[in-house]
């Protein structure tokens, strides 16, 4: 049935669309990324913030989404100094305090 048709018949009320969809097969969602309950919220951006945020995101290997959750939480973590860290970060910054300084 193509799509004129289907909305013929969903208009005119015929019950052969709704017996269509209770033949159709489940549909495959994607597996969440975590656990735990997720609220989903609208951010407006401007165009080139969000493409700057997808290509840091692409460049992780990660989803855009799933970016702006670390950075917001990140975030909050360091408003009330529950900031976690990389190990790879901490190394960095002991690594620079070892070093000398040029006078």
Known sequence: MDRNEATKRFHGGDDALAELIDESQPAEL???DTDVPMVSRSVRL???TYER???????RGIGVTTLM???IEAGLADL???????????RRALAALS????A
Do not use: I, K
């Not at 945020?53 to 460049?59: F, G, I, L, S, T």
């Open 30 to 32: 994607p597996t969440p």
């Open 46 to 48: 401007p165009l080139e």
């Open 53 to 59: 945020v997808r290509a840091a995101a692409d460049a």
């Open 69 to 71: 959750r670390q950075w």
């Open 80 to 90: 009330d100094d529950s900031a976690t860290v990389s190990l790879a970060d901490v």
């Open 99 to 102: 070093r000398p300084t040029a």
